[in-house]
């Protein structure tokens, strides 16, 4: 039982280079989030997407685009990698608690961290 | 969304109960609260939910008063696998089931022998 499997787990990149996180869940979540953390800080949200066929922004956008391929993936991409990006990347998913009522429970990957030179 | 507000840190010694409390003047009346652990280079994780008064499960409570206002999760015992970052975060579920989860900057736990 994988979760959410995200990949690569590390990367490093040259400033305007591009490049795609991948995200993929196996627990037919129907909503994905991508967040950002950057060293000694919490965790910012960069797009989330609420079902399959749907993406929106979140706190911190500028410099990604998101696709929702399935149901399953949920990618991010950087099109031209700028050092201010430098950080380590969270996918998560979700589904309603317990019951089906209550907040979303988030899992989580295990991260993908990300250095921009 | 409620903005919630958290100590930035808090030192404990094994064996030790620990209160972590978290605010939420603006909660919302269709809004739960949800803390979570994070360790070191790892992903958070899940560690309890409520809406009101008390949950309890085997790795901590949740106390919520009766104004919902603030919340705390009691750690029972810490051991020093419990030094971690506890977040603490509220929102509703929309009709379409999803919720927009923003984090806070957490508390950071350091449990020492």
């Known amino acids: 039982n994988a979760g959410v499997t995200q990949t690569p787990k590390f990367q490093v990149l040259k400033t305007g280079q591009s490049m795609t996180l991948q995200c993929a869940q196996d627990?037919?979540?129907?909503?994905m989030y991508w967040y950002r953390q950057d060293p000694g800080m919490g965790l910012r949200l960069i797009y989330y997407?609420?079902?399959?066929?749907?993406?929106d922004k979140g706190e911190v956008p500028n410099g990604y685009n998101v696709s929702r391929l399935n149901k399953r993936e949920f990618s991010l991409r950087l099109e031209s990698a700028a050092p201010s990006q430098t950080s380590v990347y969270f996918c998560?998913?979700?589904?309603?608690?317990?019951?089906?009522?209550?907040?979303?429970?988030?899992?989580f990957g295990a991260g993908s961290r990300l250095t921009v030179l | 969304l409620a903005k919630t507000t958290q100590p930035i840190s808090m030192d404990s010694y094994e064996g030790q109960e620990v209160n972590i409390t978290c605010s939420h003047n603006?909660?919302?009346?269709?809004?739960?609260i949800t803390w979570y652990q994070q360790f070191p280079s790892q992903g958070p994780r899940f560690i309890i939910q409520g809406y009101k008064t008390k949950v309890t499960n085997e790795v901590a409570s949740l106390f919520i008063p009766a104004d919902r206002k603030s919340s705390t999760l009691s750690l029972p015992r810490v051991s020093l696998s419990d030094t971690a970052v506890y977040y603490c975060?509220?929102?509703?579920?929309?009709?379409?089931?999803?919720?927009?989860?923003?984090f806070g900057t957490g508390t950071r736990l350091l449990v020492s022998p």
């Open positions: 603006n909660i919302a009346t269709n809004d739960y």
């Open positions: 998560a998913s979700s589904d309603p608690g317990q019951g089906g009522s209550g907040a979303n429970v988030l899992t």
């Open positions: 975060l509220v929102g509703d579920v929309m009709n379409t089931g999803f919720q927009k989860l923003v």
């Open positions: 627990m037919n979540h129907n909503s």
């Open positions: 997407s609420a079902s399959e066929g749907t993406t």
